[in-house]
Every structure is written in C-alpha cells, then in structure tokens.
C-alpha cells in the first residue's frame, strides 16, 4: 500500500498507451486488484494490538500494568489490571477479525469476477485483479464496470451506451455515454488489437462527475471528457456489447477514491465521558498527590521512629522518595475510578440496543422486505437528543412515485378524490395496459370510447411529447424508462387510455392510437428547462399534417395560447388551482397546428440558432419561443407526488416532541411548498409563510430581516398592545436579536430558494440566517445543491450546539447525511448509496418516530442510568482505599483482597448494570409515541450531565464513607464469640468487601425500573457469584496448591459466621440506602417527571385491570370513565402547554387511536363477554390508551 | 410461496425478547411500599439498637496501660532501659466477680501492623513449611530474609520479626497469700491458621528444619523453641506466633493473649479481689509513641463490648421512623394528582 500512495502523491498526470501493458508498467499504476482488509493472518495480531493501543485508555492500564511490575510500587498484584485488559482486548479483537474476515470474502469476491480482456488480438478471460491499465476490455450487457474505462466502441449506432450509475451516484436512470468518434468506427476486436492511441489525462481524483484527458491517435489530438468514460462500479444497459481503454484501475477508480474512511462520529455521551474521565484522571492524580503528602509526613513523623519494626527499603531510604513512590502505587489502587470495563460495557450495551432497532418488527416494511437496520452500533443514545431533523423531500417524504390522478380536458375534469369507488379495469379495453395504474373515474374512459377528439388529442399528446424511451421484451410487455417519474405516470397513463408509444427512433415515434399502429415521424424536439419549464414535440402524422404538441407548467404555458381559448382557459384555471390545492403536481397541454410553409420557415431558423457559435442557448430559446404560440389548450394534467405512509403523523408527533424538521430538498420550490402543506408542515392556519428568493446578498439580508420584523411585530400583536407602540419605530432594536427571536410565539415558516441560501450561509450573514429559520416552526430549503444541505447542516451544529439528524434516501442525501450527528437512509428505489454512508436505516420515513422516540429515548435512558452508577459503583468502591490511607500509614495498603479487586468490575457488578442498561424501560413503547413530550429530557440533556455525574460520585463517596467508617468503628473493639478480636486484617477486607457487594447491588434493584428475567437472573446470579467465588478463594483447597497466592484461606467462613459481621453490614447498607431512598421517593413525589406520571398511571392501570371484571358490572364503565376522566385532564394540559404542540387535538387522538387500535379491539371483545358495551365505556378506553 | 418464504427470512422474530416485550416487574417507589416500609425498618432497628445496647452493657471491660510513660507508672523504668526482660507489676483491684470466661489481651496503639510493606513482608511457602523457602527465603521478606552474615532467617520477615516478646502472669493476692491464676494459652489462634496455613516442616525433631538458618534477628529465641512447656506448640504453629502473624487491620488493636483458666476458684471467672500482673518488659514502643495495654473482657453472643451498633442502630432506627412521618406528611400534601 505504501508504494501505492507515494505513487499517487507523485502523480501529475496518467500516460496510457493501450495495448501497451510493457510501456504502462514503467509507471506502476495500481492494479485493479482491491483491497479493502485491514489486516492479514501474519499482521493480525500486531496491527491490531497497535491499533487498540492507540486508544488513550487501553495505553492507560498497559501503563498501569507496566507500574505494577515494579516491586516497590506494585500495591496489586499484576493480574489485577492484566486480566480486564486482556478481555477487553481480546473482545475488541474478535470483533475486528470478524469485521476484516467479511471484508476479505467481499475483496475475494469482487477481484475473482471474470472480464474478457483483449490480449494480443484475442479475446481472453481475465480476473478481475489481473486487468491492468491499458487493458482493452469487453463488457456486455447488465455486466458491471470492472475499472474506469475509456469507451472506444459499442455495438449500438454513433458509439454510444447506456449505462445505470446506480452503486456510484444512487440514480436509477440511465445515462448516456458516448465514445470518441474516431475510436467509434474501430468496431471489431481486431482492429481495437491494433490501436494504440495513447491517453494523456488527470491523475485519479474523487469526482464523479468530471474527467479531462487527451487522447492521441495517429498525430491526432482528441479531447476526452466525462461523457466518454465509463466509471467502474456503473452497470452497461440496453447495450449489446461495447469496448474500453482501463484508464485507472482498483484503488485509482474514482469509485474506490470515493469509499474513503467515513468520518468516525462520536456521540455528545461519548464526549462527556471522554471528559468526565479526563477529569476522574485529574480526581486521581489528585488523590494520589493528597495521599503521597499523607504520606511524606508519616514516614518523617511516625515511619521514621517505627524503623525497628519495619526498616525502611535500602533503595528508599528516604521519606521524600517513599512518598513518590506511594503517589505511583495509590494512581495504581485508585484506577479502578477509571475502571476498563467502562468502554467495553457502554459498546456491549449499545450493540444490545443496535441488535433491538434491527430486530423490530414495527420498523420492518413487509413491502419492500427491509428491517431497520442500525448500521452504526456506536450513536444509539444520541438518537434520544435529537433536536433538529434534515429531511430530504423525494423518497423520504414521498414516494418518488407519481400516479395520473386527475386532469382537466377541455374544460371539464376527471378523476375523483375518494377512493372508494372502484378501480378502473384497463385490460378489457386495451391488451397493451399497465395493470399497475390506477384510476377511479370511468368517465374518462367513457369519453375516450366514444371518441371525443379533445380526449383523443389530449392523450395523444401525452403520447408524443416525451423523451421517455421504451423497451419491449416481448409483444406487448412494455417498460418505459424515463428521466422523471412525473413523465412516466403522463406517458402510462395515456398507454392505458389507449394511446401506447411503443417505440421511438431518433427520427420517429411508434404509438399504437386505440389499437392502431401509427408511425409520426419526429420532426423537432424543443426539450425542457429550467426556465422555459415547458417541452415539446413537432410531428408529422401519417396523412402529413404538422403539430406541435407542448406541455408546461401553467404559468409559461397560458400566457403563449391563442386569444380564442379564453373561456376554456378560465375554467381550466379553475380546475389547475384545485389540484394545486390538493398538492398535486400540475402541467397544462397545449398543440398548435403549423403548415408546410410554417414549418419550412422555422426549422431554418431553428438550424441556424442551433448551428450558431456563441449564444447558441439564447438563440435556440427564442427559437423555440417563436413557434410555442398560438397553442390550443388541451387541459391540464394532475399528478399525485405520493407522500409515504404516516408521513403527516410522524412529522406531528416528531414535533410535539419539540424536534425541528427541515426539509432540504433539490426541488423546485413550488413542488416543495406543495409536500409542505400536504405532510402538514405548513398549513393554512399558519401565521405567516415567509419566502426568501432573493439574488443577491442585499435583497436576502432585507427579506430576512423583514421576516424577523413581521415575526416580532406579529407576537407581540399577539401577545399584547406592547407590539403597538414599537410598531412605529422604524428599526427593530438590532442587539437583543437572538433574545427576541427566541420568544416568538407565532406559527412561522420559512421557504428559501438555493441561490438565497448560498447568501444566507456566508459568515457575515448566517447568524441571522439561523435565528430566523429557528423561529420559524417549519423551514424548507428548495433548489439546495447536496453541498448546501451539508453546510446547513453543519451551521446549526455549530451555532445551535444541537444533535442533528439527516435523513434521505439519495446519493445528493449523502454530504448531509455524513455531516450530521445522525444519518439516516432511506433503503428505497433510489439506489444504495446513501444507505451506505448512513448510520441507520430503514425503508419508510415513518419509521423514525419509533427510532427516536422508542428507541433513541431508551437508549439514552439506559445509557445515562448505567453511567450514574457505573460511576457511583466504581467511586464507592475505590475511595474506601482513601479513607483506609489514612489509617495504614498511607503505604497504598488495599482494603480488599486483590482477586476482590480483581474481580468486582467485571464479575461481581458487571452483569446487573449491563442487563440495567440492555433491557430498562420506564415507560412502554406505545407510551413513549403517545407522550412525545416524554422526549424532551434527552434533548435537554437532563439525565446525564456534569451535574449528574456530581451527583453520583457524591453519592459514591459517601457510601465508601460508609462502608469505611461503619465497619472501622464496628470492628475495632469487637470479638469474635469465643473472644477473638474481629479488627485484623482479613476479617476487615472481607467485611468491607461484603457490605460492598451489597450495597451496590441494592443500589441498581433500586435503580433497575424494568425487571425482566435477565436482570433477576444477572442480580441475584451475581450476588451469590460473589459468595460462591470468595468461598471458593478462602478455601483450603486452593490453598495447599498455591499456598503463596491465597493469604485469605478461612477468612470467609470465619468472618461471615459472626453475627456481628452481619449486622455491621446491614448498618451499613441502611446508612447507604435509606437516604437515597427518602430522597427518591420524595423527588417522585413532590416533583415528579412526566415519565414517573406515565409510569405510574400505567401500573395504576394495570393493577386496576386485574379485579374480575364480571363483579364490576355496570359500574365498571362508570368508574373508569371518573378515572379517565381526571387522567385526561392532567395530561390534556401537558401536552398543549408546550410551544410546538399546535397540532390538532383531533389528529393526535385519531393517531394516537389508529396505533393502538388492537389494543381497544381485544379490550371491546373482552367487554363484549362481560358487560353490555357502553358509549361511555368506549370512549373511555379511548382516551385511556 | 417463494416470495413468502423470503419475506419470512428478512422480517425480525416475533418474540418478547427481540420485541423488548419480556414480562417484567416494573416496581414503583408508592407509597404504600416506602412508607410502611421505612417504619418496619426503622422499628426493627430500634429493636435490635435496644437489644445491642443491653447486651453491651453486661460486658465487662478492664483495661490497664502498662507502656510505662509517665514517671510514676509502674513500668516507667523497664520502659527507659534496654534490658532484656525487665521485670514491672501492675496491680488492680476487682470490686465484685469478673463474669467468665474471662479473655486476657495485650494491646498495642498507634503500631502499623496494616503498612503494606510490613503486611508483605513474609513467605508463605516458608510458613507452609516449604523447606526450600528455608534456605532462600523469598525476596519479600527484605531486609529481614538474610543476616548480616548471608544467612537464611526463619521465619523470615518484618511481621516475624516484630513479634510481640512481653509475658504475663496473673496472680491473685488472697489473704496474704499469692496464687497464680492459670491461663489458657491453647486455641487462641484461628483454626484455619493453626491447621491449615501455618504448618512446620515435617522434620523430627523440629529443630533440624532449621540447620543452616538463623533466628530473626529480634527474637530471643529460634522459633522451636518459643514454647518450652509445650513442645507441640513450637516452631510457626506457635499460638502466640499465629495471633501475631494475623496481623491487624487498624493501628491501633488487641490481640487475644490468654484465656482465664475456667477451673477451681475461677470457673465463674475472676471472683473479687486483688490481682498483680507480672510483666517481663521486652517490646519497646515508646520510640515511636505506641503504647501498650492489657485488657480483661468477657464475651457475650455477639462478641465483645461494643456501644457503637447498640448507638447506631438506634440512630439509625429512630431516623427511619422520622423520615417515615416527614414522607407521611409530604405524601398526604402532594400525593399523585390520581390518587385516589
């Protein structure tokens, strides 16, 4: 690899001389071998131990370790730290050779794919990883790109091909690609065996969509661009066979430039933590400094006059030094702060958590048979915080399908809103229909039966004035590709009224016309534009009659019509305005007859306009401009943009759960504004819709702030007569902006084109870019390059410090779904790119309430509850080594038996704590999406934070306390039964280290909200671990075998016989746990969070469901509805108080219903055996669940 | 079917494990639990701080510092001399009958049996009788594991070393004349350090073991020869020898010396009376500011004398009760807005 990158580095421009592999290898390109492995058998073990020591913590206790081997500081045995650190390498290993065995298989499979390669005039099978550059190879059909190619010849007419881009850009249309023209007429093998051109050209790079380059061929220059290069990774289509120069190979292909190392996200949770270790390091150094003056002073005071019994070390010697040395030994007892077990305990639950998003059920889409899928195991928590969601319009929002649904013909309309009456049956009528389509009104098909010329011309339109292509596989089984799908739903539903196209050459079209085979010979194509947003067609029909068929939005298209069509054209408004109300997507049809001479005159002009040099653009538009008048209005089509399933309801609920949705989209801002309003982000109720499409820096800067003022002046409007005073003030006060703006009340929105967006995103302007799109409740970013989506991004990231998350489904998605904390793709028609670089994904929009309301709130609920008492566990359990110092002389002397120590983090408490974090709910799931507010603590980062974190280690400080102090005071006077004294070392270890065991694991029964059998089965499993263990170390087997290893021997058994010991550690625990427990129960009760309301009006619930149900009778529904009654009312208020819950109640309780419908469903069977139903009843259940 | 079966393959189990729907208790801290609760507890602390009290109470405890700092004190002279076995006497009066059976301990203040580098500084394979730790004793044991003269030391070692070397008889003055009280030296160590850990080689006769090595450097005498009334009691199975090796958690303890001799006028323990003690001084500790003690106790089910639990749980006890009223009154004032 090395040899690779400095080669590349050096590289400044590529030679290539085809068939030339002796030439070409003086340079030593890449082969086209790949390889994404990180490691092989022989460099496993060290390059992953390197890898893994890079890691601050792993070096952290190999450093310790390193401490603990030297005699004079060593206070634990080495193999207390070896034995976590093993394991937690070990774990990581095994992950990662499974990760890098996948990842060879995929290599092994991609480099032994076969090609055909030309070699020395012959066509011979290669592998993959043995084409070189220079190759000249074959491709055919639905084959993949093995390297990037420069295209020489096709089988197809002019030398070009059709290939799909699918796996690099994520777009399923083809492309067309097109050789150079002289290379185009080699053809055959031979003659491709005798060229030698040589390709000068760029040196690999990672853009897509750009390639310079010179071909030289027999004292020829020839420029090559994108358009001649086929990329590897593409797929040939439609494409018998064609022939390529490898220009760049394996590593050098822009596919592979582009799959470099995603950018590692971390989480706000991982952050903290890295600094709250940060700090516990300073904690320790701390403490050891604290306890290295302990004991500096000791020796000279006490260990200095204590030498006849215990001589000071020959190399000591000197109290100065001793303290130096205990400062070492106390960083090594005190570790356990920091214990190892942290990050591999944090990965394991999020990997738990990640295993749950994949494994439910209500995230898997039976349609396209795709599950959730958590791609990356390591953000889950975060998916609780999310503030901001940066959505991406077609196929997240929609479906990126569009269906024929209404139009207007002359005046009059078709197609019915509901659809309840039947779908229309094509097949009788026409053999050549596409049985997906839809359509509900069979006037339509009456009148094209009966042959009305205004239906038959407005079909026919649709027929002809397209640049879809077509494929016939066999008679009759037609597949249209086409460059937008709004084009393809006009052409099939014309096919399904009777007017198919079938086939088009560059100079005709095939239609079959109500069973009719007509050929029109395609005289001009007058294609589509941004800005004459209009297309269309000029042709001959058989009997020689010329027409000109356009189609258009309606704004360009009724203002060029004949003056005669003016009472059609009003009623056709009418009807353009209604389905644009409904969101649908509009075009209006028009023709224009034109004569012989007509004709003649313009396609001189049109050769002219298109023959010219400068200006050719303008030209040909005034061309076209000339001859798009005086149309006849046909009508007017209506096409449904299909909003996914529950898009509305997630975006309601996601924003009662005070989520921010944006919308980016690279649509037009028509199109955008209408899924706007038909997903329910902007609606009619709004305040006001503020729409910014200025050019320039000035005019963006003035609309925004116009929209600010508007803003200002409307709250206060609102919210009293202050608005009124100001009102004459000319300027709003410009300081005390971000102030104000935070305090908007109204329902604002924000449209902004592409090219404002730029301007708004510059320096000096997206400060108040950002204040005014977050006042606003709904923000749509129309036209937005993939580049502008990242920066938007990327700007509330840093401005909002806010968790962010971006979903889409394309690869245009992929920059924001990179640069947000969270990506997620959409696994839809749109290719898989954005898939890949994505951290979650699944296959419907919908999905996301319950990754972020369900899961991401239990993932950060767990995660911050194991934190507190990860860190609480480990705080309580070292800082009894502190207190202990002051009483030994501050000599690092433990308290607890090293296999104590050994043992506790990842033995005696790991399990609990794991299970805690894995399977801790406080409320259900449904709960969770019928309470959105239930979110806001992550968002607020409630659970875990500095605060937080004092907390628990205050708490875990005062139980070592205890669990020092209790047994001290116990102890030292006290006697075993037969007059033993209790106070000797062992029988204190142990002691200490059983009140230990117990209070922590009393602390997570009190903490564990959620007891599946798991955490029974982990808590008590690991509390009698712990005795069976100590029994098993104090025993005298172990003993005789390793008499040097097991000082314990007897002292379990001699320690827990003693009534006093019990009753010393039950003091202790009760000292420990009964504040804690006052204090919970009083916080619950005095200020309670929503969840412990919900949590607590459930099991109300549950208990009360219990008493049979037959005894209530009548009364049953009385009673409930009393409760139902007062349950309502408590949570009406909660959820309408918040600032965002301008969702209708009504839609709310219809969803919140809709999702629990089957709950209702068997609760009414169940009432149906018991109790005559009630209305009352009914709604009570309703308002209950 | 083909299509079924591939839908079956992608589309999660339906189980309440993956489904996060396992049964589970999900416990709440109501107030029907926690209050009722935290009078329960607090009542039984209260009843076990009350038993405790008492039964602490019935102990009977005499301590008698015999370290000899003050001028006056009858140890004062053996205290400020080196000599060897120094001769002091401590009297003391019992005004009614020393319940029985009667514990003798020695005391020690402000001696840091618990310093890491002390704890270590021993061989266990030497102590198990490993006759190859006899010869080179463990590195451990440093400086104490060989003489100035690169001999082997036996028991090598601070702990060793530092044993306490003070002897007591007790007498008992009755009408003018003086009878030894007899104590009982035998079983006063753990059962699991006489059986189990410690062990003499097995050389007979004992004194063998120890050829080629040294004594430590603070004993009078080598370690067969520690008792010479009991040759069972010899070498590292030594009472005396095993109560000092299980050394102390704290700096300041008691180490069980002897019991009273449960026979003849003392089956019922120390009747009244006056007693002297015989003290051979040996163990200095004025050096470092440590003192020395006798203590005579006796037992009950729970050990020695001991006032802290018999306080704390009533402390602790009597909060619980309070709390309980506080939350009683808190609940009652706030309770859940759907309670009924």
Not at chain 1, 242 to 266: E, H, W
Not at chain 1, 826 to 848: H, K, N, P, T
Request: charge should be neutral.
């Amino acid at each position: 690899m090395t040899h690779l990158v400095c080669c590349v580095s050096a590289e400044e421009e590529r030679r290539v001389r085809a068939n030339d592999r002796e030439y070409n290898e003086k340079f030593q390109y890449a082969s086209n071998c790949i390889m994404t492995s990180k490691y092989n058998i022989i460099t496993f073990l060290p390059v992953n131990l390197f890898e893994q020591f890079q890691e601050v913590a792993n070096t952290y206790f190999l450093f310790l370790l390193i401490l603990q081997l030297i005699p004079q500081i060593s206070s634990l045995s080495w193999f207390t730290t070896i034995v976590p650190l093993a394991l937690v390498l070990s774990i990581t290993a095994v992950k990662d050779a499974t990760d890098d065995y996948f990842r060879h298989k995929s290599d092994n499979q991609v480099n032994n794919r076969q090609s055909q390669v030309l070699i020395r005039g012959s066509l011979q099978n290669e592998k993959w990883m043995n084409v070189r550059v220079g190759d000249i190879i074959k491709l055919e059909n639905n084959q993949f790109v093995a390297a990037d190619l420069l295209l020489l010849s096709s089988t197809e007419p002019h030398g070009l091909c059709y290939i799909e881009t699918a796996e690099l850009d994520g777009e399923t249309n083809m492309k067309v690609r097109q050789s150079v023209s002289v290379t185009s007429e080699l053809g055959d093998p031979n003659n491709l065996a005798s060229f030698d051109g040589e390709v000068v050209c760029e040196p690999p790079n990672n853009k897509l969509d750009r390639f310079s380059g010179t071909l030289y061929w027999r004292e020829k220059k020839y420029s090559l661009t994108n358009q001649n290069m086929l990329l590897r990774g593409c797929v040939l289509r439609n494409t018998e066979a064609c022939y390529g120069l490898v220009i760049f190979a394996g590593p050098d292909t822009k596919l592979m430039q582009n799959s470099g190392r995603t950018k590692f996200k971390r989480t706000s949770i991982d952050r903290l933590m890295n600094t709250l270790v940060l700090w516990i390091f300073g904690f320790l150094v701390c403490m050891g400094m604290i306890l290295a003056v302990g004991n500096a002073g000791w020796e000279k005071e006490v260990g200095s006059l204590f030498q006849s019994y215990l001589a000071w070390d020959t190399p000591v010697n000197n109290f100065l030094f001793s303290a130096f040395l205990s400062f070492w030994s106390y960083v090594i007892i005190l570790n356990t702060v920091v214990p190892i077990s942290l990050y591999v305990s944090v990965e394991v639950i999020r990997l738990g958590h990640s295993y749950f998003i994949n494994w439910d059920q209500q995230m898997f889409c039976s349609q396209c048979n795709t599950a959730a899928e958590a791609r990356t195991t390591t953000l889950n928590e975060e998916l609780g915080q999310v503030e901001y969601i940066f959505s991406d319009k077609t196929g997240t929002l929609t479906q990126n399908i569009m269906t024929f649904n209404k139009c207007s013909i002359n005046g009059q309309s078709y197609g019915k809103d509901t659809h309840n009456t039947c779908r229309l049956d094509f097949s009788l009528f026409n053999p050549l229909a596409d049985p997906d389509f839809c359509f509900y009104d069979d006037k339509l098909l009456e009148s094209v039966k009966v042959g009305d010329s205004c239906t038959h011309e407005f079909f026919r339109l649709l027929s002809l004035c397209h640049t879809v292509m077509s494929e016939e596989k066999s008679e009759g089984e037609l597949v249209y590709k086409a460059q937008s799908p709004d084009e393809g739903a006009l052409v099939t539903a014309a096919r399904n009224f009777g007017f198919v196209f079938r086939s088009r050459t560059p100079g005709t079209i095939t239609t079959t016309e109500m069973g009719r085979t007509v050929t029109y010979s395609l005289l001009a194509i007058l294609d589509f534009n941004n800005i004459r947003k209009r297309m269309s067609v000029i042709v001959r029909n058989p009997e020689g009659r010329i027409r000109l068929y356009c189609k258009g939005a309606d704004t360009v298209l009724l203002e060029r019509l004949h003056p005669c069509n003016q009472e059609v054209m009003s009623i056709t408004s009418d009807h353009l305005n209604e389905y644009a109300a409904d969101g649908l997507r509009t075009l209006a049809l028009a023709y224009r007859d034109l004569s012989e001479d007509e004709w003649e005159a313009w396609s001189e002009s049109h050769r002219f306009a298109d023959k010219a040099t400068d200006c050719r653009e303008d030209r040909l538009a005034a061309a076209y401009e000339e001859v798009e008048q005086n149309m006849m209005l046909l009508g007017a089509t209506a096409i449904e943009d299909k909003l996914q399933e529950g898009v509305p309801e997630t975006i309601a609920v996601l924003s009662l759960a005070n989520i921010k949705i944006w919308v980016l989209t690279g649509d037009k801002q028509e199109t955008a504004v209408n899924i706007g309003y038909s997903c329910k982000m902007l609606t009619d109720d709004m305040t006001e819709v503020f729409i910014i499409s200025g050019h320039t820096v000035q005019s963006v800067r003035q609309e925004l702030r116009r929209a600010r003022e508007r803003m200002i002046e409307l709250s206060r409007g609102s919210g009293g007569g202050v608005g009124k005073q100001l009102h004459g003030s000319p300027l709003p006060p410009p300081l005390p902006l971000s102030n104000l703006m935070d305090n908007i009340s109204g329902e604002f929105a924000l449209v902004i084109n592409g090219h404002s967006l730029a301007h708004a995103l510059e320096a000096d302007m997206e400060a108040e870019f950002v204040s005014t799109a977050c006042a606003c409740k709904a923000v749509i970013c129309c036209r937005v390059t993939p580049l502008q989506k990242a920066q938007v991004v990327e700007l509330i990231k840093k401005r909002k410090k806010a968790v962010t998350l971006a979903i889409g489904d394309g690869a245009n998605d992929i920059s924001m779904i990179k640069s947000a904390h969270i990506g997620v793709g959409i696994s839809g028609q749109e290719g898989i790119q954005a898939v890949l670089a994505s951290d979650y994904s699944f296959s419907q929009f919908r999905f996301l309430q319950r990754l972020l309301l369900v899961h991401g709130r239990w993932s950060y609920l767990r995660m911050c509850r194991f934190l507190c008492y990860f860190f609480y566990k480990n705080f309580a359990f070292t800082m009894v080594h502190f207190w202990f110092g002051f009483f030994c002389g501050f000599s690092a002397q433990t308290v607890y038996d090293q296999y104590f120590i050994t043992l506790f983090n990842i033995v005696y408490t790991s399990l609990p704590v794991l299970a805690m974090g894995i399977f801790d709910q406080d409320v259900p799931d449904h709960r969770s999406l019928e309470y959105p507010k239930l979110y806001e603590p992550g968002q607020l980062n409630l659970l875990f934070n500095k605060r937080e974190f004092f907390i628990c280690i205050a708490q875990g400080i005062y139980t070592s306390v205890v669990l020092f102090f209790v047994p001290y005071a116990v102890l030292s006077n006290a006697t075993q039964s037969n007059g033993v004294p209790l106070a000797d070392y062992q029988t204190f270890a142990v002691t200490t280290a059983t009140a230990l065991v117990i209070v922590v694991s009393v602390q997570i029964v009190l903490d564990t909200g959620f007891w599946t059998v798991f955490n029974h089965v982990f808590v008590w499993g690991s509390l009698g671990s712990y005795f069976i263990i100590m029994f098993a170390l104090h025993s005298q087997t172990l003993f005789r075998i390793f008499p040097n290893q097991f000082h314990f021997v007897g002292s379990a058994q001699s320690t827990l016989l003693q009534p006093v010991v019990w009753l010393t550690i039950a003091l202790a625990t009760a000292i420990c746990i009964v504040p804690v427990l006052a204090f919970r129960f009083l916080k619950l009760d005095l200020k309670p969070q929503l969840s412990d309301t919900v949590r607590y009006t459930q099991l109300v619930r549950q208990k009360r469901r219990k008493p049979p149900e037959g005894r209530l009778g009548a009364r049953g529904g009385s009673r409930r509805s009393g409760y139902a009654f007062a349950h309502q009312e408590g949570f009406g208020e909660l959820i309408t108080s918040g600032k965002n819950m301008r969702l209708s109640s009504l839609a709310l309780a219809s969803f919140a219903s809709r999702h629990s419908s089957s709950w209702i469903d068997t609760l009414r069977r169940k009432k149906h055996t018991h109790t005559p139903p009630s209305t009352s009843g009914e709604s009570t259940y309703r308002l209950m669940t | 079917m083909v299509k079924q079966e591939s839908e079956s393959a992608n589309r999660p189990d339906n189980t309440a494990f993956t489904q996060q729907r396992l049964p589970a208790w999900q416990p709440i801290l109501s107030a029907g639990i926690v209050i009722p609760g935290f009078v329960l507890i607090g009542l039984a602390f209260i009843g076990i701080g009350v038993a405790l009290l008492v039964t602490s109470r019935s102990i009977q405890v005499l301590e008698l510092d015999y370290t000899g700092d003050s001028n006056g004190s009858p140890c004062s002279s053996c205290s400020q001399s080196d000599i060897a076995n120094c001769k002091c006497s401590l009297n003391f009066t019992l005004t009614t009958l020393f319940q029985g059976p009667v514990f003798f301990y020695y005391g020690l203040s402000n001696y840091f049996q618990n310093y890491r580098r002390y704890g270590a500084s021993k061989d266990d394979n030497q102590l198990y009788g490993d006759l190859s730790s006899f010869t080179s004793p463990s590195s451990s044991c440093s400086p104490y594991n060989y003489d100035s003269s690169k001999k082997p030391i036996v028991p090598c070692g601070s702990i060793a070393n530092s044993m306490f070397n003070d002897t007591f008889t007790l007498t008992r003055t009755v009408s003018g004349t003086t009878n030894n009280v007899t104590l009982d030296g035998k079983g006063i160590a753990w059962w699991t350090d006489y059986n189990i850990k410690y062990r003499n080689p097995s050389v007979t006769p004992l004194k063998n073991a120890f050829n080629g090595t040294v004594k430590p450097i603070n004993w009078a005498k080598p370690a067969y020869e520690l008792d010479a009334s009991d040759r069972s009691n010899n070498g590292f199975v030594n009472q005396d020898f095993l109560v000092w090796m299980r050394r102390a958690a704290l700096p300041n303890f008691r180490k069980l010396y002897r019991r009273i001799d449960a026979s003849g006028d003392y089956q019922k323990g120390l009747p009244a009376g006056n007693y002297t003690i015989d003290i051979t001084y040996n163990y200095p500790v004025r050096a470092f500011n440590g003192a020395k003690k006798i203590v005579f106790s006796n037992v009950s089910w729970m050990g020695g004398s001991n006032e802290f639990l018999g306080i704390a749980y009533l402390v602790i006890g009597s909060l619980c009760v309070v709390m309980s009223v506080v939350m009683l009154i808190v609940y009652a004032k706030f309770k859940f807005p759907d309670e009924e």
